[in-house]
């Protein structure tokens, strides 16, 4: 594959019409003009309503009265029902017709990494804005500072429980009997920071727990009094707060109310562990599924070296000659649904509720991921038996309506000189121009990037 | 829709390809026995699922969790005096009954810490180490059945989980949410990977699993798209006519959701073994006949803490439950080395203490149901297992 079509698919989301020609000779210098907080965030994702705005018409989860859970329950299906279809458009949206592709992937790599999703009812109407206010914003900046959005957004509290966890010695927890939730806690420190290896045991898991409690939603009536701090949609009630030190890691954190978990998290993305495990999930994701060593090691010291400076990672993972080189990745149904819509330019809001669709049919039903793992990010996970079988139908049914493409001219737009010569056989031969645009999709070549 | 992939591999595909493998008509059968693995992802509190409601200590140590046991509906279901089902395990309650039910409790893998995802990597790789290699013991365990081509192993859903990746070919099914691409096309794709083995072999695989089903399962309209709430019995039902076939796979995986109840456990729980219990009533149904020769094992990662959290929910835990279902299954009994409820009993004070090894279930029934000798469970279904003695006595031989 060419360089520029590396760019446009390993790095991009799939080359799309005039795409090559914008790249031109200069690859990395694509990729990296990209690199640009005024990318973050496309007009069409800013134009939908906030997390303030959607919490104001929810009634909240915090120790109601049975019925009132049973409305409230179904205030948020409603909710979600509504919006998860309009967020999930946007963002394929987005994905298909941009003109600045990385900045999609790494939104949609930093989404997958701090996962929330709709599987729990209670957080899917937030996911939306949650990308928009606490991933997007924190791309190109120190990934700390995206630790701290990620974590304290109200989507991210509900999803992993921290709203409805409670210090056992604060007085909202001797007076009700209430205790702590540790869900996110060990999430954070397994999956966003550390790594499962990261060192950490079960007392700093319940000691982070007793840090991050306080931080929740705002509960209906709630008098402004009672809430010591804001932000972003989520408040700090120093009521629930677990009161006295902390030992985190081997240091102690003294009672500091809402600060405690800022502190905390600046720790965290400090430590060498959380460095070595975001550059070998940014290795995995753009170069191979066992990335080189030796790019693991790159990414990780300039991580180290800039203060988790993300732009300076990206650009040095641009510079990687083993970023360039290799087989690379076996599509997701992500990937591979927005790469079909991108080589067609299938520009329109109705094409892309299509795109969701085809994406829940394919197996990767956006923003329900099935864990807070997130979706996998190897070739072993998406090259099932009946998942390849599916991509087969989809692809037949795409090229049904194609049937007025030039696929040969597809093929260069979307793979190039790479097209083997199985594959090239396959569509000059094949019985109908349908059939051909659909054997290009389902082409070894397109199927990876 | 109906068996419409059929005339593909008796007409185009062999023509294409031909080194198709002999399907249907297979003449190795190595067993009639049936194995099924219900997996139970996010760490099913087997103390809520199977309340030892008559210790002394249940009640405190359980608070808002702890289910009534004067009869009631919301009363646990009586196994022995001592145990007790959920109340929403009403079919798993009549197998009990009718002595195709055990309990094995206090169980766990050898892992000891609380990562969902390690867990569930170390329960089904089938080593003491997560992230221990790419195959399951499973496929293991398939392997060492002597299957020839045959796919002896079934994934019931779209993907195939870790417990059955790895050198032996396996099938698997999952309703069609997409019409499918016409026989001819199928073929044409299949020529097009002429030279790209990895892919051939899966798509391969994915046309015999559809063959078997269309065969088996029939028509797939008017099922529907899967649900959280309906993927299991969906799932269970068609999985079960699958392994009803004669010449069907014989072992299947089947994976159950909704078990990480952090938050409204009482809730959830109802929710999650509600769906596991009508899934594993349409299994037995779709299995007629088969049913007695069958044994269904679920396995869930880890248990849960005995104590509730702050939120009517509990965290990662260490023992937990299991079920050993069937008509194959000696059954009307709970197996345990009872560890007690007492604050020193507790795992760090904390988890149900775990007395029985998850896989000296998985090995007993592997060894008396599926025939594999001892040594191998040992050294390549389960490595270094040896420690782990098999229970006996689990399955009627």
């Known amino acids: ?449 | 829709m109906l068996n419409r992939r059929q005339m593909l591999s008796l007409t185009g595909s062999l023509a294409v390809m031909g080194t198709l493998p002999a399907r249907l008509a297979l003449a190795d059968v190595p067993t009639d026995a049936r194995f099924v693995l219900a997996i139970q992802r996010g760490a099913m509190d087997g103390l809520h699922a199977v309340p030892p409601y008559a210790d002394p200590g249940y009640k405190a140590l359980r608070g808002s969790l702890a289910l009534g046991d004067t009869g009631g509906a919301d009363s646990v279901l009586d196994l022995d005096g001592k145990f007790g089902l959920h109340p929403t395990l009403t079919e798993l309650k009549s197998w009990y009954d009718k002595g195709e039910l055990l309990v094995v409790h206090a169980v766990a893998t050898p892992y000891r810490e609380r990562s969902h995802f390690d867990g569930q990597d170390l329960l089904e790789n089938g080593t003491t180490q997560p992230h221990a290699g790419n195959s399951g013991w499973l496929n293991r365990a398939i392997g060492l059945m002597g299957g020839g081509d045959r796919r002896l192993g079934l994934a019931l859903g779209p993907e195939v989980p870790l417990a059955l990746r790895g050198n032996t070919a396996v099938a698997s099914w999952a309703p069609e949410k997409l019409p499918a691409a016409a026989p001819d096309f199928v073929n044409l794709v299949q020529a097009m990977y002429a030279k790209q083995p990895a892919l051939q072999a899966v798509l391969r695989q994915a046309v015999d699993a559809d063959q078997m089903a269309a065969a088996a399962v029939g028509s797939n309209a008017g099922m529907g798209a899967l649900r959280p709430g309906n993927a299991a019995r969906i799932l269970a039902e068609s999985g079960g006519r699958l392994l009803a076939q004669p010449n069907g796979p014989r072992i299947a995986v089947l994976e159950l959701q909704g078990w990480d109840t952090h938050t409204n456990q009482n809730g959830r729980m109802a929710q999650a073994l509600t769906q596991m219990n009508d899934a594993l009533a349409a299994l037995k149904a779709a299995l007629g006949p088969i049913w007695a020769k069958t044994v269904v094992l679920t396995a869930t990662e880890f248990g849960r803490t005995a104590r509730p959290n702050g939120s009517n929910g509990t965290d990662h835990g260490t023992a937990t439950a299991l079920f050993l279902g069937g008509g194959a299954v000696e059954g009307k009994r709970v197996v345990t080395n009872w560890p007690g409820l007492d604050s020193a009993q507790l795992y760090q004070n904390r988890d149900l203490a775990p007395t029985t090894d998850f896989r000296s279930v998985a090995k007993a029934v592997l060894h008396a149901h599926l025939g594999l000798p001892q040594d191998a469970l040992d050294r390549v279904v389960f490595p270094g297992s040896a420690g782990a003695k098999p229970l006996t006595d689990l399955v009627r031989v």
């Open chain 1, 1 to 449: 594959m060419t360089a520029a079509l590396l760019a446009a698919n390993r790095f991009g989301l799939g080359s799309r019409p005039g795409e090559l020609a914008a790249i031109g000779g200069d690859p990395r210098g694509w990729l990296k003009a990209q690199l640009d907080p005024r990318n973050a965030l496309p007009a069409t994702i800013a134009a939908l309503p906030g997390t303030e705005k959607r919490l104001e018409t929810l009634p909240t989860l915090m120790g109601d009265p049975a019925d009132a859970q049973k409305k409230l329950a179904q205030a948020i299906l409603k909710a979600a029902r509504e919006q998860v279809p309009e967020d999930s458009a946007a963002r394929l949206q987005a994905a298909i017709t941009s003109k600045t592709p990385l900045v999609e992937r790494l939104t949609a790599f930093w989404s997958n990494h701090f996962t929330v999703s709709g599987a729990r009812p209670v957080a899917a109407g937030l996911i939306g804005p949650y990308e928009a206010e606490a991933i997007r914003p924190h791309l190109f900046g120190r990934f700390v500072d995206l630790l701290k959005a990620a974590t304290l957004h109200p989507a991210m509290l509900l999803y992993l429980d921290n709203a409805t966890s409670v210090g056992p010695n604060s007085r909202a927890g001797t007076r009700r009997g209430k205790g702590l939730n540790e869900n996110l806690a060990r999430e954070l420190m397994e999956l966003h920071t550390l790594g499962v290896d990261g060192g950490y045991t079960q007392a700093d898991v319940t000691e982070l727990a007793k840090i991050l409690t306080g931080w929740t939603i705002r509960r209906p009536n709630q008098p402004q009094r009672a809430i010591a701090a804001e932000r972003g949609g989520a408040v700090f009630i120093p009521a629930i707060h677990e009161p006295g030190d902390k030992v985190l890691l081997g240091k102690t954190y003294r009672d500091q109310g809402e600060n405690e978990a800022d502190v905390a998290l600046e720790d965290l993305a400090r430590r060498p562990a959380t460095a070595r495990f975001i550059a070998t999930k940014l290795a995995r994701h753009f170069i191979a599924d066992d990335p080189p060593p030796a790019a693991v090691t790159t990414l990780a010291e300039t991580f180290t070296k800039t203060g988790g400076d993300l732009t300076a990672v990206y650009s040095k993972l641009v510079d990687l000659d083993a970023a360039w080189a290799g087989d690379g990745k076996y599509r997701s149904p992500y990937d591979w649904v927005v790469a079909i819509f991108r080589a067609f330019a299938a520009d329109t809001p109705e094409r892309a509720r299509r795109a969701v669709q085809a994406m829940n049919q394919l197996g990767q039903r956006l923003y329900f991921a099935p864990s807070p793992a997130g979706w996998p990010d190897d070739s072993a996970s998406w090259l099932a038996p009946e998942s390849l079988l599916a991509r087969v139908d989809y692809a037949e049914a795409v090229g049904r309506t194609r049937g007025e493409s030039d696929p040969m001219q597809l093929a260069d737009l979307s793979v190039g000189p790479s097209l083997s010569t199985e594959s090239k056989l396959s569509i000059q031969r094949a019985p109908s121009r349908s059939d051909a645009v659909a054997l290009l999709l389902i082409s070894p070549e397109f199927l990876r990037r």
